[in-house]
């Protein structure tokens, strides 16, 4: 089994940049895909931003292009979410999600992090 844990999250100031930790632990970990979403209160959960455990593909949601990276570290099972001038629309309780094949839904997810964007 794999476990799938977030850190970096916090309170921010509107304009700053904050960086999301997700780090694997458990079985050797080898996605297809790992992803960022986001859910704020009273709002549907949505998808932010993802990877290819190769680094060959990324994807962003319109809302964060330009402003939010995302990128991986193999060898440390790390994915980040690297996200730069932040607005008060982004505060949120992110979360990380691993798919483990192309057709599989994302089935590992972590317990997430709060993101607060104060304006």
């Known amino acids: 089994q794999v476990q799938l844990v977030e850190s970096g999250g916090g309170l921010v100031q509107a304009g700053g940049s904050a960086r999301l930790s997700c780090a694997a632990s458990?079985?050797?970990?080898?996605?297809?895909?790992v992803g960022w979403f986001r859910q704020a209160p009273r709002k549907e959960r949505e998808f932010v931003a993802s990877?290819?455990?190769?680094?060959?593909?990324?994807a962003y949601a319109d809302s964060v292009k330009g402003r939010f990276t995302i990128s991986r570290d193999n060898a440390k099972s790390t994915v980040y979410l690297q996200m730069n001038s932040l607005k008060a629309e982004d505060t949120a309780v992110y979360y990380c999600?691993?798919?483990?094949?192309?057709?599989?839904?994302?089935?590992?997810w972590g317990q997430g992090t709060q993101v607060t964007v104060s304006s």
């Open positions: 999600a691993a798919r483990r094949m192309a057709i599989l839904p994302y089935d590992y």
């Open positions: 458990g079985r050797t970990f080898s996605p297809n895909r």
């Open positions: 990877i290819t455990w190769s680094g060959s593909s990324t």
